[in-house]
């Protein structure tokens, strides 16, 4: 049997306890517990322990150490189970502590997926450019099960997309002075697919867009982007040709016919 003859706090962690051990042959360092395990098994100068009892307590502490590691986790803000999970494992967490912590976890009310969809998502709507489809995803990709972040973006109303949408078309709309207006739209429909946004708003929003286009800023793109193909076309075409060719360019990239046309005019001896 071994005897517990010393107990002493440690010095940098105030809430840890050094357990000193006799086997008969003179003191020495046996474990350290959490002061819980030690106030749970009443740990005490001159206590008999046998070899069952002292594994058992270096499990638990163990088992106290990980648990405490997923508490300070959590503390910094909310987390999915697989986040609890994919921590707990990179921490090199013993299997069967991890299903241990987790489902103490879960029991505490520390863990709550859709708890954590639905600020998640409430966040996404104050602070991100984001539409419903890519935070859905980011939910996906954090272990939010496909049923739990679909019921989480119906909290993005059709009215809070459309106002994040047409405030983020606003912004971007004429900043790339050498593209046609049509081209423009082309891009920002593709960025807005991209972001998240629905295909109803997009389409509602873009709709909207078509009464701001500048007419001005469109012949200045098409001046800017006809004579950099002129200075291309004409090392090789001529006459009816080259005209041929300025045409489908510019029509490809967005200009209308009767624009083009101006522009040729304007641009090529007759």
Same mark, same amino acid.
């Given at each position: 049997?071994?005897?517990?003859t010393? =107990?002493?706090t440690?010095?940098?962690r105030k +809430?840890?306890f050094?357990?000193?051990?006799?086997? #008969?042959?003179g003191?020495k360092?046996g474990?350290?517990v959490?002061?819980?395990?030690?106030?749970e098994?009443?740990?005490?100068k001159?206590?008999?322990?046998?070899?069952?009892?002292? /594994?058992?307590? =270096?499990?638990?502490d163990?088992l106290?150490k990980?648990h405490?590691l997923?508490? !300070?986790?959590l503390? @910094?803000r *909310?987390?999915?189970?697989k986040e609890i999970y994919? @921590?707990l494992?990179?921490?090199?967490?013993?299997e069967?502590h991890?299903?241990k912590?987790?489902d103490?976890l879960?029991?505490? #009310?520390?863990?709550?997926d859709?708890?954590f969809?639905?600020s998640?998502?409430r966040?996404?709507?104050?602070?991100?450019?984001k539409g419903?489809? &890519?935070?859905k995803?980011?939910? *996906?990709d954090? #272990?939010?099960?496909?049923? =739990?972040?679909?019921? /989480?973006?119906?909290l993005?109303? @059709?009215e809070?997309?459309?106002?994040?949408?047409?405030? %983020?078309v606003?912004?971007?709309?004429?900043?790339?002075?050498?593209n046609?207006?049509k081209?423009?739209?082309?891009?920002?429909?593709s960025?807005?697919m991209?972001k998240g946004?629905?295909?109803d708003v997009?389409?509602d929003?873009?709709?909207?867009v078509?009464?701001?286009? +500048?007419d001005?800023?469109e %012949?200045d793109?098409?001046?800017k982007?006809?004579e950099?193909?002129l200075r291309?076309h004409?090392?090789?075409?001529?006459? @009816?040709?080259?005209? !041929?060719?300025?045409?489908? /360019? &510019?029509y490809?990239? #967005?200009f209308?016919?009767?624009? =083009?046309?101006?522009?040729?005019? /304007?641009? &090529?001896?007759e």
């Amino acid at each position: 049997m071994t005897k517990i003859t010393r =107990i002493t706090t440690q010095k940098k962690r105030k +809430n840890r306890f050094n357990i000193f051990l006799d086997e #008969g042959q003179g003191e020495k360092y046996g474990f350290s517990v959490d002061e819980a395990v030690l106030i749970e098994h009443k740990l005490r100068k001159d206590l008999d322990l046998d070899d069952t009892t002292i /594994a058992t307590l =270096i499990q638990k502490d163990t088992l106290h150490k990980s648990h405490t590691l997923a508490i !300070n986790f959590l503390s @910094y803000r *909310m987390r999915t189970k697989k986040e609890i999970y994919d @921590y707990l494992v990179k921490k090199e967490v013993d299997e069967e502590h991890i299903t241990k912590i987790m489902d103490k976890l879960l029991d505490e #009310g520390l863990i709550d997926d859709k708890q954590f969809a639905d600020s998640f998502v409430r966040t996404r709507i104050q602070t991100a450019s984001k539409g419903p489809m &890519l935070v859905k995803k980011e939910l *996906m990709d954090k #272990g939010v099960s496909k049923l =739990i972040a679909s019921e /989480a973006v119906d909290l993005f109303t @059709y009215e809070e997309q459309h106002v994040k949408a047409t405030k %983020w078309v606003e912004k971007k709309l004429n900043t790339s002075k050498s593209n046609s207006f049509k081209q423009q739209v082309q891009q920002l429909q593709s960025t807005l697919m991209q972001k998240g946004f629905t295909q109803d708003v997009i389409k509602d929003v873009l709709a909207d867009v078509q009464e701001e286009k +500048n007419d001005d800023a469109e %012949w200045d793109a098409i001046v800017k982007q006809g004579e950099k193909l002129l200075r291309k076309h004409q090392q090789k075409f001529e006459g @009816y040709e080259l005209r !041929n060719k300025m045409k489908e /360019a &510019l029509y490809r990239k #967005g200009f209308t016919f009767d624009l =083009i046309d101006t522009f040729l005019e /304007a641009s &090529l001896d007759e």
